[in-house]
């Protein structure tokens, strides 16, 4: 089950921050680790590992988010508030695949992870990367036999992935994509519909980051709510029927939450999404042939025009949704419980526009790395100043 907690108040400058360990032998083992180690002394960082201390500028970062559906990589360098992104990768392995049923991750789940991540492992490698980060979320957190499955990442790959709860989980997401919020007075949500979850995160916008008001995850994403209501096998009638029941067992989870924030509304209610729903739904929308990030990241979409297209694609079997431009054979059996999902989100928040982002946890992981990075090298740099002036 994904983490539903209770409200709290936080700002970014909270979390966890690496502490720094000695630096293996490499002559001992030639092959890297990024197993979340930093130079220097003392206990392990979850996630991070230190390659060299060079200029900042001149160093590349990465960052892995390992989902139940997807494996994403991205390697950046700074580049003045923000960075460029200099590789990527990204592939659908289905960690969670049949993780509903069984509550264990299978063999072929697992093996498709793990080739995934050796293609990370190489481009880790060849791009000489100086810090790198790689998360599991929410099939890692739910199946009985997934820290087995990370300490065969590390034997197999090098790669030390760092299961993060779903509160860190929503809070990388929201520092990944929050750039793209349009302006506006009072509270905003965020969203993040995964694989395995969904975080819901009430903002209060501000510079340079935004206060979390309120969050709360739930254990629907679009392959755990699409394996526990079932497959798709009927008529028409038996389509409207499932989809009724995603919408209620999304509801009925995110109920607490709905309360609690209903009063934080105003006339002029702000969403953003970051997702492969809200970005294919927002494909659709623009009738793109084929997915084109430029035309999407940032893109501003009427609520209802979405709404439109989610009661569309919950009509169509899954042979039509196969046909269309950006649904393909990968996300055909899934997107309709995005849908369900998103549509429970507005009915929460109903905001009469919807932010599309598509960025979110690796950004997120990205920025948090370079921040804390050049702060340390800033703290550094004062220190010998300091011992400078002391001879």
Not at 12 to 22: D, L, T
Not at 142 to 167: K, M, W
Not at 260 to 278: C, E, K, Y
Not at 328 to 346: M, T
């Amino acid at each position: 089950m994904a983490d539903i907690d209770p409200p709290e108040s936080r700002d970014f400058s909270s979390g966890n921050k690496p502490r720094p360990v000695k630096r293996p032998d490499r002559q001992a083992d030639p092959s890297p680790r990024w197993n979340g180690q930093t130079a220097g002394d003392g206990e392990a960082a979850n996630g991070l590992w230190r390659r060299s201390t060079h200029a900042q500028t001149r160093q590349s970062y990465a960052a892995i988010d390992l989902g139940t559906n997807n494996c994403r990589l991205l390697i950046a360098r700074p580049a003045d508030d923000s960075f460029v992104v200099i590789d990527a990768f990204s592939r659908v392995v289905r960690l969670g695949e049949g993780l509903a049923q069984t509550g264990r991750l299978s063999e072929r789940a697992m093996d498709r992870a793990v080739s995934a991540l050796r293609i990370c492992a190489d481009k880790l490698r060849k791009r000489n990367v100086h810090l790198a980060r790689s998360v599991a979320t929410e099939a890692c957190r739910r199946a009985t036999n997934g820290a087995e499955f990370i300490e065969r990442v590390y034997q197999e790959t090098g790669i030390r992935l760092d299961i993060i709860s779903a509160g860190e989980e929503a809070r990388l997401a929201v520092l990944g994509c929050h750039i793209l919020l349009e302006d506006g007075i009072g509270p905003a949500v965020i969203f993040d519909i995964g694989g395995g979850s969904t975080e819901l995160v009430l903002i209060e916008p501000g510079a340079p980051v935004p206060h979390i008001v309120d969050w709360q995850s739930v254990p629907w994403g679009v392959v755990s709510l699409s394996e526990t209501v079932g497959g798709e096998e009927g008529d028409d009638a038996h389509r409207v029927a499932r989809y009724q029941e995603m919408r209620r067992l999304v509801s009925e989870s995110f109920a607490p939450f709905a309360e609690r924030i209903a009063d934080q509304r105003t006339p002029d209610l702000r969403l953003l999404g970051t997702s492969g729903t809200v970005t294919t739904l927002a494909s659709l929308h623009l009738d793109l042939p084929q997915y084109d990030r430029r035309a999407i990241d940032g893109l501003i979409v009427p609520s209802d025009a979405m709404r439109g297209i989610a009661t569309r694609l919950s009509g169509m079997s899954p042979g039509d949704r196969r046909q269309l431009p950006c649904i393909g054979q990968e996300r055909a059996d899934l997107v309709v419980a995005g849908c369900a999902i998103l549509e429970s989100i507005l009915d929460i928040w109903p905001a009469t526009r919807l932010g599309v982002a598509d960025r979110g946890i690796r950004e997120g992981i990205l920025r948090a790395m370079m921040t804390a990075d050049a702060e340390g090298m800033l703290a550094q740099a004062a220190l010998r100043k300091v011992r400078q002036k002391r001879r």
